[in-house]
Protein backbone atom coordinates (compact mmCIF):
# COMPACT_ATOMS: atom_id res chain seq x y z
CA UNK A 1 0.00 0.00 0.00
CA UNK A 2 2.93 2.19 0.39
CA UNK A 3 2.87 2.34 -3.21
CA UNK A 4 0.27 4.32 -3.83
CA UNK A 5 0.61 6.93 -6.90
CA UNK A 6 0.00 10.32 -5.85
CA UNK A 7 0.75 12.35 -8.82
CA UNK A 8 -0.86 16.14 -7.90
CA UNK A 9 2.13 18.54 -7.17
CA UNK A 10 2.99 19.98 -3.72
CA UNK A 11 1.66 23.65 -4.55
CA UNK A 12 -1.84 22.02 -5.21
CA UNK A 13 -2.18 20.20 -2.45
CA UNK A 14 -1.31 22.97 -0.21
CA UNK A 15 -3.83 25.30 -2.06
CA UNK A 16 -6.66 23.11 -2.41
CA UNK A 17 -8.99 22.11 0.67
CA UNK A 18 -11.18 18.91 -0.42
CA UNK A 19 -13.51 16.86 1.32
CA UNK A 20 -15.09 14.70 -1.42
CA UNK A 21 -13.63 11.53 -2.37
CA UNK A 22 -14.36 10.04 -5.26
CA UNK A 23 -13.53 6.34 -5.72
CA UNK A 24 -14.03 4.32 -8.80
CA UNK A 25 -12.80 1.23 -10.74
CA UNK A 26 -13.49 3.58 -13.99
CA UNK A 27 -11.31 6.55 -15.12
CA UNK A 28 -9.38 8.33 -17.55
CA UNK A 29 -7.34 8.17 -19.26
CA UNK A 30 -9.27 5.05 -20.20
CA UNK A 31 -12.10 5.05 -22.17
CA UNK A 32 -15.24 4.28 -20.39
CA UNK A 33 -18.57 5.71 -20.26
CA UNK A 34 -18.64 5.64 -16.09
CA UNK A 35 -14.94 7.17 -16.45
CA UNK A 36 -15.74 9.51 -18.53
CA UNK A 37 -18.84 10.42 -16.27
CA UNK A 38 -17.09 11.22 -13.10
CA UNK A 39 -13.88 13.03 -14.77
CA UNK A 40 -16.99 15.51 -15.82
CA UNK A 41 -18.03 15.09 -12.19
CA UNK A 42 -14.76 15.90 -10.93
CA UNK A 43 -14.05 18.94 -13.40
CA UNK A 44 -17.03 20.95 -11.60
CA UNK A 45 -15.42 21.24 -8.19
CA UNK A 46 -11.88 20.31 -9.13
CA UNK A 47 -10.47 22.50 -5.65
CA UNK A 48 -12.86 20.07 -3.03
CA UNK A 49 -12.25 16.73 -4.67
CA UNK A 50 -9.54 13.65 -4.53
CA UNK A 51 -9.92 10.79 -7.12
CA UNK A 52 -9.00 6.87 -5.97
CA UNK A 53 -8.84 5.15 -8.62
CA UNK A 54 -7.69 2.23 -10.78
CA UNK A 55 -4.52 2.30 -12.81
CA UNK A 56 -4.77 2.15 -16.66
CA UNK A 57 -2.29 2.76 -19.59
CA UNK A 58 -1.41 6.48 -19.54
CA UNK A 59 -2.27 7.17 -16.15
CA UNK A 60 0.41 8.98 -15.22
CA UNK A 61 0.98 11.52 -17.52
CA UNK A 62 -2.74 12.19 -17.01
CA UNK A 63 -2.74 12.32 -13.83
CA UNK A 64 0.33 15.26 -13.53
CA UNK A 65 -1.81 17.29 -15.53
CA UNK A 66 -5.41 17.10 -13.48
CA UNK A 67 -6.35 20.27 -11.34
CA UNK A 68 -7.03 17.68 -8.29
CA UNK A 69 -5.18 15.22 -6.81
CA UNK A 70 -5.54 11.36 -7.84
CA UNK A 71 -4.38 8.38 -6.04
CA UNK A 72 -4.20 4.55 -8.16
CA UNK A 73 -3.80 0.78 -7.16
CA UNK A 74 -2.46 -1.05 -9.58
CA UNK A 75 -4.06 -2.74 -11.65
CA UNK A 76 -4.02 -6.69 -10.83
CA UNK A 77 -4.23 -7.41 -15.15
CA UNK A 78 -0.60 -5.71 -14.81
CA UNK A 79 1.33 -7.86 -12.56
CA UNK A 80 -0.52 -11.24 -12.87
CA UNK A 81 -1.21 -11.44 -16.59
CA UNK A 82 -4.90 -11.03 -18.15
CA UNK A 83 -6.50 -14.35 -17.30
CA UNK A 84 -5.64 -14.24 -13.38
CA UNK A 85 -5.61 -10.64 -13.42
CA UNK A 86 -9.68 -10.68 -14.74
CA UNK A 87 -10.39 -13.28 -11.61
CA UNK A 88 -9.26 -11.27 -9.07
CA UNK A 89 -9.70 -7.58 -10.35
CA UNK A 90 -13.27 -7.31 -7.95
CA UNK A 91 -11.44 -8.83 -5.19
CA UNK A 92 -8.40 -6.41 -5.25
CA UNK A 93 -10.52 -3.39 -6.83
CA UNK A 94 -12.82 -4.20 -3.34
CA UNK A 95 -9.42 -4.38 -0.68
CA UNK A 96 -7.53 -1.50 -2.32
CA UNK A 97 -10.50 1.12 -2.48
CA UNK A 98 -11.26 0.26 1.17
CA UNK A 99 -7.52 0.18 2.48
CA UNK A 100 -6.89 3.59 0.40
CA UNK A 101 -9.72 4.96 1.52
CA UNK A 102 -8.96 5.16 5.14
CA UNK A 103 -4.97 5.86 3.96
CA UNK A 104 -6.38 8.74 2.66
CA UNK A 105 -8.88 9.51 5.53
CA UNK A 106 -5.76 10.08 7.74
CA UNK A 107 -4.37 12.40 5.46
CA UNK A 108 -7.76 14.65 4.22
CA UNK A 109 -10.06 14.28 6.70
CA UNK A 110 -11.80 14.36 4.06
CA UNK A 111 -16.15 14.62 4.91
CA UNK A 112 -17.62 12.78 2.05
CA UNK A 113 -17.22 9.92 -0.40
CA UNK A 114 -18.68 9.81 -3.71
CA UNK A 115 -18.70 6.10 -4.86
CA UNK A 116 -18.77 6.16 -8.48
CA UNK A 117 -20.90 3.04 -8.93
CA UNK A 118 -22.54 -0.02 -7.55
CA UNK A 119 -19.63 -2.31 -8.23
CA UNK A 120 -17.13 -3.36 -5.13
CA UNK A 121 -20.11 -1.68 -2.29
CA UNK A 122 -18.82 -3.74 0.40
CA UNK A 123 -16.02 -1.76 0.69
CA UNK A 124 -18.30 1.46 0.67
CA UNK A 125 -20.70 -0.36 3.64
CA UNK A 126 -17.49 -0.76 5.75
CA UNK A 127 -16.20 2.69 5.43
CA UNK A 128 -19.60 3.84 6.06
CA UNK A 129 -19.35 2.24 9.62
CA UNK A 130 -15.11 2.78 9.99
CA UNK A 131 -14.88 6.41 9.00
CA UNK A 132 -17.16 9.86 10.31
CA UNK A 133 -18.17 9.85 6.93
CA UNK A 134 -21.39 10.58 4.68
CA UNK A 135 -21.59 8.93 1.14
CA UNK A 136 -23.40 9.24 -2.00
CA UNK A 137 -23.47 6.09 -4.45
CA UNK A 138 -23.94 6.57 -8.36
CA UNK A 139 -25.89 3.86 -9.79
CA UNK A 140 -25.53 3.23 -14.08
CA UNK A 141 -27.61 0.26 -14.84
CA UNK A 142 -25.72 -2.90 -14.68
CA UNK A 143 -23.84 -2.49 -11.44
CA UNK A 144 -27.41 -2.86 -9.94
CA UNK A 145 -28.13 -5.92 -11.66
CA UNK A 146 -25.09 -7.62 -10.23
CA UNK A 147 -25.61 -6.62 -7.09
CA UNK A 148 -29.20 -8.23 -7.34
CA UNK A 149 -27.97 -11.78 -8.06
CA UNK A 150 -26.59 -13.49 -4.48
CA UNK A 151 -29.32 -13.20 -1.89
CA UNK A 152 -26.98 -12.20 0.80
CA UNK A 153 -25.39 -9.48 -2.06
CA UNK A 154 -28.67 -8.06 -2.42
CA UNK A 155 -29.05 -7.71 1.31
CA UNK A 156 -25.74 -5.76 1.95
CA UNK A 157 -26.78 -3.79 -1.29
CA UNK A 158 -29.90 -2.80 0.08
CA UNK A 159 -28.17 -1.88 3.36
CA UNK A 160 -25.45 0.48 1.44
CA UNK A 161 -28.76 2.16 -0.79
CA UNK A 162 -30.26 3.04 3.30
CA UNK A 163 -27.63 4.20 4.61
CA UNK A 164 -26.73 6.52 1.72
CA UNK A 165 -26.68 10.36 2.31
CA UNK A 166 -28.72 9.99 -1.52
CA UNK A 167 -28.16 7.72 -4.81
CA UNK A 168 -27.51 9.65 -8.09
CA UNK A 169 -28.66 7.32 -11.15
CA UNK A 170 -27.57 8.76 -14.77
CA UNK A 171 -30.99 8.70 -16.48
CA UNK A 172 -34.83 8.07 -15.28
CA UNK A 173 -34.84 4.23 -16.71
CA UNK A 174 -31.84 3.65 -13.79
CA UNK A 175 -33.80 5.22 -11.20
CA UNK A 176 -36.88 3.37 -12.57
CA UNK A 177 -35.11 -0.21 -12.64
CA UNK A 178 -33.90 0.62 -8.96
CA UNK A 179 -37.07 1.36 -7.48
CA UNK A 180 -38.64 -1.67 -8.98
CA UNK A 181 -35.92 -3.48 -7.88
CA UNK A 182 -35.28 -2.72 -4.27
CA UNK A 183 -37.04 -0.45 -1.71
CA UNK A 184 -35.71 2.71 0.54
CA UNK A 185 -36.46 5.87 1.78
CA UNK A 186 -32.76 7.49 0.66
CA UNK A 187 -33.28 10.16 -1.60
CA UNK A 188 -32.56 9.57 -5.51
CA UNK A 189 -31.49 12.57 -8.14
CA UNK A 190 -30.92 11.91 -11.70
CA UNK A 191 -27.97 14.01 -13.01
CA UNK A 192 -27.50 13.20 -16.76
CA UNK A 193 -23.92 12.82 -18.65
CA UNK A 194 -22.70 16.21 -19.92
CA UNK A 195 -20.78 16.07 -23.33
CA UNK A 196 -17.01 17.53 -22.48
CA UNK A 197 -15.64 18.93 -26.10
CA UNK A 198 -12.52 18.34 -25.11
CA UNK A 199 -12.47 14.37 -25.01
CA UNK A 200 -13.34 14.82 -29.05
CA UNK A 201 -9.82 16.59 -29.48
CA UNK A 202 -9.22 20.02 -31.44
CA UNK A 203 -13.21 20.70 -32.49
CA UNK A 204 -13.37 24.23 -32.37
CA UNK A 205 -15.64 26.16 -35.06
CA UNK A 206 -18.03 25.01 -37.89
CA UNK A 207 -15.63 25.67 -40.42
CA UNK A 208 -13.21 23.26 -38.83
CA UNK A 209 -16.14 20.76 -38.73
CA UNK A 210 -16.98 20.94 -42.12
CA UNK A 211 -13.68 20.54 -43.28
CA UNK A 212 -14.10 17.13 -41.25
CA UNK A 213 -17.16 15.95 -42.63
CA UNK A 214 -15.80 16.50 -46.58
CA UNK A 215 -12.46 14.68 -45.88
CA UNK A 216 -14.34 11.64 -43.75
CA UNK A 217 -16.97 11.42 -47.01
CA UNK A 218 -13.97 11.40 -49.22
CA UNK A 219 -12.23 8.18 -47.46
CA UNK A 220 -15.77 6.59 -47.74
CA UNK A 221 -16.45 7.42 -50.84
CA UNK A 222 -19.78 9.40 -49.97
CA UNK A 223 -20.77 12.02 -52.38
CA UNK A 224 -21.17 15.42 -50.63
CA UNK A 225 -25.09 15.78 -51.44
CA UNK A 226 -26.16 12.39 -49.74
CA UNK A 227 -27.80 12.07 -46.72
CA UNK A 228 -25.64 10.08 -44.68
CA UNK A 229 -26.85 7.85 -41.26
CA UNK A 230 -24.59 7.25 -38.60
CA UNK A 231 -24.84 4.69 -35.10
CA UNK A 232 -22.11 4.38 -33.08
CA UNK A 233 -21.92 1.32 -30.51
CA UNK A 234 -21.22 -2.48 -29.60
CA UNK A 235 -22.11 -4.58 -32.67
CA UNK A 236 -24.91 -6.58 -30.94
CA UNK A 237 -28.17 -7.97 -31.78
CA UNK A 238 -30.47 -5.72 -29.56
CA UNK A 239 -28.74 -2.32 -30.52
CA UNK A 240 -30.53 -3.38 -33.96
CA UNK A 241 -28.25 -1.81 -36.35
CA UNK A 242 -30.25 -4.47 -38.69
CA UNK A 243 -33.57 -2.52 -38.75
CA UNK A 244 -31.64 0.52 -40.15
CA UNK A 245 -30.07 -1.40 -42.82
CA UNK A 246 -33.78 -2.88 -44.14
CA UNK A 247 -34.78 0.88 -44.48
CA UNK A 248 -31.78 1.65 -47.04
CA UNK A 249 -33.33 -0.05 -50.37
CA UNK A 250 -36.69 1.26 -49.62
CA UNK A 251 -34.99 5.15 -49.12
CA UNK A 252 -33.35 4.43 -52.65
CA UNK A 253 -36.61 3.41 -53.98
CA UNK A 254 -38.47 6.78 -53.43
CA UNK A 255 -34.99 8.51 -54.76
CA UNK A 256 -33.17 9.04 -51.40
CA UNK A 257 -29.13 8.78 -52.00
CA UNK A 258 -28.38 7.61 -48.85
CA UNK A 259 -25.30 6.02 -47.11
CA UNK A 260 -25.18 4.08 -44.03
CA UNK A 261 -22.17 4.25 -41.54
CA UNK A 262 -21.77 2.11 -38.40
CA UNK A 263 -18.77 2.69 -35.91
CA UNK A 264 -18.04 -0.48 -33.69
CA UNK A 265 -17.42 -3.91 -32.56
CA UNK A 266 -18.89 -6.97 -31.73
CA UNK A 267 -20.13 -10.43 -32.42
CA UNK A 268 -23.22 -9.28 -35.14
CA UNK A 269 -20.76 -7.64 -37.28
CA UNK A 270 -20.37 -10.86 -39.75
CA UNK A 271 -24.24 -11.11 -39.73
CA UNK A 272 -25.10 -7.16 -40.47
CA UNK A 273 -22.54 -7.21 -43.68
CA UNK A 274 -24.51 -10.32 -45.12
CA UNK A 275 -27.70 -8.55 -44.43
CA UNK A 276 -26.13 -5.62 -46.45
CA UNK A 277 -25.15 -7.83 -48.83
CA UNK A 278 -28.30 -10.05 -49.48
CA UNK A 279 -30.30 -6.20 -49.80
CA UNK A 280 -27.76 -5.16 -52.46
CA UNK A 281 -26.39 -2.30 -50.29
CA UNK A 282 -23.30 -3.17 -48.83
CA UNK A 283 -21.68 -0.68 -51.28
CA UNK A 284 -23.73 1.90 -49.55
CA UNK A 285 -22.93 0.36 -45.53
CA UNK A 286 -19.86 1.43 -44.23
CA UNK A 287 -18.25 -0.62 -41.46
CA UNK A 288 -15.86 1.68 -39.17
CA UNK A 289 -15.18 -0.30 -36.69
CA UNK A 290 -13.78 0.68 -33.29
CA UNK A 291 -13.28 4.29 -33.60
CA UNK A 292 -11.78 6.45 -30.43
CA UNK A 293 -13.13 9.42 -28.59
CA UNK A 294 -10.95 11.52 -30.76
CA UNK A 295 -11.84 10.36 -34.02
CA UNK A 296 -15.45 10.13 -33.58
CA UNK A 297 -15.81 14.00 -34.21
CA UNK A 298 -15.44 13.44 -38.10
CA UNK A 299 -18.58 11.20 -37.84
CA UNK A 300 -20.73 12.74 -36.10
CA UNK A 301 -19.82 15.97 -38.03
CA UNK A 302 -20.14 14.19 -41.92
CA UNK A 303 -23.54 12.12 -40.75
CA UNK A 304 -26.76 14.10 -41.03
CA UNK A 305 -29.11 11.91 -39.13
CA UNK A 306 -28.21 9.77 -36.02
CA UNK A 307 -29.94 6.77 -35.56
CA UNK A 308 -30.02 3.47 -32.66
CA UNK A 309 -33.28 2.06 -32.45
CA UNK A 310 -32.28 -0.21 -29.62
CA UNK A 311 -35.14 -2.79 -28.37
CA UNK A 312 -35.32 -3.96 -25.21
CA UNK A 313 -33.71 -7.52 -24.71
CA UNK A 314 -35.35 -9.42 -22.16
CA UNK A 315 -33.21 -12.67 -22.25
CA UNK A 316 -29.70 -10.56 -22.20
CA UNK A 317 -28.60 -9.83 -18.40
CA UNK A 318 -28.34 -6.31 -18.41
CA UNK A 319 -30.02 -2.86 -17.98
CA UNK A 320 -30.15 -0.37 -20.89
CA UNK A 321 -28.13 2.66 -19.20
CA UNK A 322 -27.57 6.21 -20.11
CA UNK A 323 -27.14 6.22 -24.36
CA UNK A 324 -24.06 9.04 -24.22
CA UNK A 325 -23.93 8.30 -28.32
CA UNK A 326 -27.13 10.39 -28.53
CA UNK A 327 -26.39 13.43 -26.26
CA UNK A 328 -23.26 13.38 -28.47
CA UNK A 329 -25.09 13.53 -31.67
CA UNK A 330 -27.03 16.08 -30.01
CA UNK A 331 -24.14 17.78 -29.04
CA UNK A 332 -22.77 18.09 -33.29
CA UNK A 333 -26.28 19.49 -33.74
CA UNK A 334 -27.35 16.32 -35.53
CA UNK A 335 -31.39 14.80 -35.36
CA UNK A 336 -32.19 11.66 -33.77
CA UNK A 337 -34.54 8.58 -35.06
CA UNK A 338 -34.28 6.82 -31.31
CA UNK A 339 -36.59 4.08 -29.42
CA UNK A 340 -39.04 5.50 -27.16
CA UNK A 341 -37.31 3.40 -24.16
CA UNK A 342 -37.73 5.32 -20.70
CA UNK A 343 -33.92 5.39 -21.15
CA UNK A 344 -33.83 7.21 -23.63
CA UNK A 345 -36.26 10.10 -23.41
CA UNK A 346 -34.16 12.21 -20.81
CA UNK A 347 -31.82 12.70 -24.44
CA UNK A 348 -34.42 12.42 -26.99
CA UNK A 349 -37.56 14.79 -26.88
CA UNK A 350 -39.89 13.64 -29.48
CA UNK A 351 -40.19 16.68 -32.48
CA UNK A 352 -37.76 18.54 -30.29
CA UNK A 353 -34.36 17.12 -31.08
CA UNK A 354 -35.47 14.02 -32.72
CA UNK A 355 -38.17 10.99 -33.70
CA UNK A 356 -39.27 8.56 -31.10
CA UNK A 357 -40.42 5.68 -32.52
CA UNK A 358 -41.28 2.17 -31.59
CA UNK A 359 -38.42 -0.28 -33.34
CA UNK A 360 -40.46 -2.70 -34.24
CA UNK A 361 -43.06 -1.36 -35.96
CA UNK A 362 -41.66 -1.17 -39.54
CA UNK A 363 -43.82 1.43 -40.46
CA UNK A 364 -43.07 3.76 -37.71
CA UNK A 365 -39.24 3.35 -38.45
CA UNK A 366 -39.51 4.35 -42.33
CA UNK A 367 -41.55 7.29 -42.21
CA UNK A 368 -38.71 8.66 -39.45
CA UNK A 369 -36.13 7.93 -41.70
CA UNK A 370 -38.41 9.21 -44.72
CA UNK A 371 -39.23 12.30 -43.47
CA UNK A 372 -35.72 13.36 -42.08
CA UNK A 373 -34.25 12.88 -45.36
CA UNK A 374 -36.82 14.57 -47.29
CA UNK A 375 -36.23 17.52 -45.46
CA UNK A 376 -33.09 19.09 -44.32
CA UNK A 377 -34.61 21.87 -42.75
CA UNK A 378 -36.74 19.62 -40.26
CA UNK A 379 -33.11 17.86 -39.56
CA UNK A 380 -31.72 21.66 -39.10
CA UNK A 381 -34.17 22.26 -36.80
CA UNK A 382 -33.85 19.48 -34.98
CA UNK A 383 -30.13 19.64 -34.62
CA UNK A 384 -30.30 23.55 -33.42
CA UNK A 385 -32.76 22.16 -30.43
CA UNK A 386 -30.74 19.20 -29.78
CA UNK A 387 -27.42 21.41 -29.37
CA UNK A 388 -29.02 23.99 -27.18
CA UNK A 389 -30.63 20.60 -24.67
CA UNK A 390 -26.52 19.12 -24.81
CA UNK A 391 -25.57 22.04 -23.39
CA UNK A 392 -27.66 22.08 -20.40
CA UNK A 393 -26.55 20.21 -17.31
CA UNK A 394 -26.92 19.58 -13.54
CA UNK A 395 -24.12 20.29 -11.24
CA UNK A 396 -23.15 17.45 -8.81
CA UNK A 397 -22.78 19.57 -6.01
CA UNK A 398 -27.20 19.58 -6.04
CA UNK A 399 -26.60 16.71 -4.00
CA UNK A 400 -25.62 18.62 -1.13
CA UNK A 401 -28.51 20.81 -1.15
CA UNK A 402 -29.84 19.69 2.51
CA UNK A 403 -26.14 19.48 3.75
CA UNK A 404 -24.66 22.44 5.39
CA UNK A 405 -21.85 23.54 3.26
CA UNK A 406 -19.76 26.45 2.15
CA UNK A 407 -21.62 28.89 -0.20
CA UNK A 408 -19.54 27.33 -3.16
CA UNK A 409 -21.66 24.14 -2.90
CA UNK A 410 -25.12 25.07 -1.80
CA UNK A 411 -25.70 27.85 -4.28
CA UNK A 412 -26.48 25.85 -7.28
CA UNK A 413 -28.97 24.68 -9.21
CA UNK A 414 -31.14 21.67 -7.79
CA UNK A 415 -31.21 18.22 -9.48
CA UNK A 416 -34.31 16.26 -10.28
CA UNK A 417 -34.71 14.53 -6.56
CA UNK A 418 -36.90 11.99 -5.68
Known amino acids: MEQ ?29 VIGEYLYNRCLQD ?15 IFDQAQQFPIYRWLNPRYWLGRLMGNFL ?22 RYIEWGHGYEFPALLLLSYILPIRFFIYLHG ?27 CNNSGTQDYLRHTFRFPTPT ?7 RPEKFGAVTNQNYLDDLRDRLRQVYNIPQTAVVILSVGRLVKHKSFD ?27 SELKSLAHRLRVDKRVHFAGYVRDRELAAYYAACDIFAMLTVLDLKARNVQGFGVVY ?92
Do not use: M
Request: charged share 20%; glycine share 6%; with cysteine.
Open 327 to 418: LEASYFGKPIIASRLCSIIDIVRHEENGILVNPKSGYEVFQAFKRLCKDQQLRKQLGRKGKELAQRKTLHRSVYKSESLPNSLSTVPGSQTN
Open 243 to 269: RVIENLPLLLTIGVDVHYIICGQGSAE
Open 142 to 168: NDILSASHNPLWRLLFKLTLTRAEGIV
Open 46 to 60: PERVIVLAAGCAGDK
Open 89 to 110: TPFVNLVCSFALAIKLYFRYHY
Open 189 to 195: HIINPVV
Open 4 to 32: ISQLATSIRDQAASPDILVISRFFLPKEA
